[in-house]
Each structure stands twice: as structure tokens, then as C-alpha cells.
């Protein structure tokens, strides 16, 4: 059993950074790929980067470069360093995982799959 807990959602500035994190439990988590997904209100769900147990990443084009995902397995947590924040960016973030590679993970949303596990959601608000 994997559950997927996150923190660190809040107030940011336009321009400004915040990091989220996610600890994740069970032995599983430490062997899928792991990402974040986020909604915002009257838009479809969003995969935005994933990160698989051998550090290959992948970000959707709307967060490269401005957000950056990285994992520890020994504590286990996911973080999701957001940078140079926009209004756009302000959603509801999930930490999901599944069984797939780090280059597959993004496009299953957008397949109609959906993850193994979500989390409860962090609210990201930009002012």
C-alpha cells in the first residue's frame, strides 16, 4: 500500500518560489514513478513532471525550466521546487505515482489513465 502525503501549498508571489513536498510510505514508493499533477478551477487535470526510482525526469513544457522535481528514497519524499511563479500556476497540486516510465508518466492523463495513487492535494494560490 502506497499513501502520498503532501505539504507545503500556499500563498506565493508572482515571480517568486515555493516548494512543495510529498512524503510517500510503503515499499512501493520507493520503486515507481513518482510526479506531480495539478488542477486548476474549470480546467482539466495537468501532469507537470515525474521522476522515475533512477532520477529520469520529464517536465511538460509549461514548467520547464521554472520547476524542478527531485526525490530522496532513504526518507522517502518528493519535492517540487517551483520558481519564477505565475498566475497560471496557481491550482490544486497531487503527488501521484505509478508503474510506468518517467517519459510515459506525463502523457497518461492525457490517455484517460489514471495514476495508482494520488494524494489529498496541496492548494497553490499566486498573488
Known amino acids: 500500500h502506497v499513501q502520498l502525503v503532501e505539504s507545503g501549498g500556499g500563498l506565493v508571489q508572482d515571480g517568486g518560489s515555493l516548494r512543495l513536498s510529498c512524503t510517500n510510505s510503503?515499499?512501493?514508493?520507493?520503486?515507481?514513478?513518482l510526479g506531480w499533477a495539478r488542477q486548476a478551477p474549470g480546467k482539466e487535470r495537468e501532469a507537470i513532471a515525474a521522476?522515475?526510482?533512477?532520477?529520469?525526469?520529464s517536465y511538460t513544457e509549461s514548467v520547464k525550466g521554472r520547476f524542478t522535481i527531485s526525490r530522496d528514497n532513504d526518507k522517502p519524499i518528493l519535492y517540487l521546487q517551483m520558481t519564477s511563479a505565475k498566475a497560471e500556476d496557481a491550482a490544486m497540486y497531487y503527488c501521484v505515482g505509478d508503474f510506468v516510465p518517467a517519459e510515459k508518466f506525463l502523457n497518461l492523463l492525457l490517455k484517460g489513465h489514471d495514476y495508482e495513487y494520488w494524494g489529498q492535494g496541496t492548494q497553490v494560490t499566486v498573488s
Open positions: 510503503g515499499y512501493i514508493s520507493k520503486t515507481i514513478t
Open positions: 521522476i522515475d526510482k533512477d532520477g529520469r525526469i
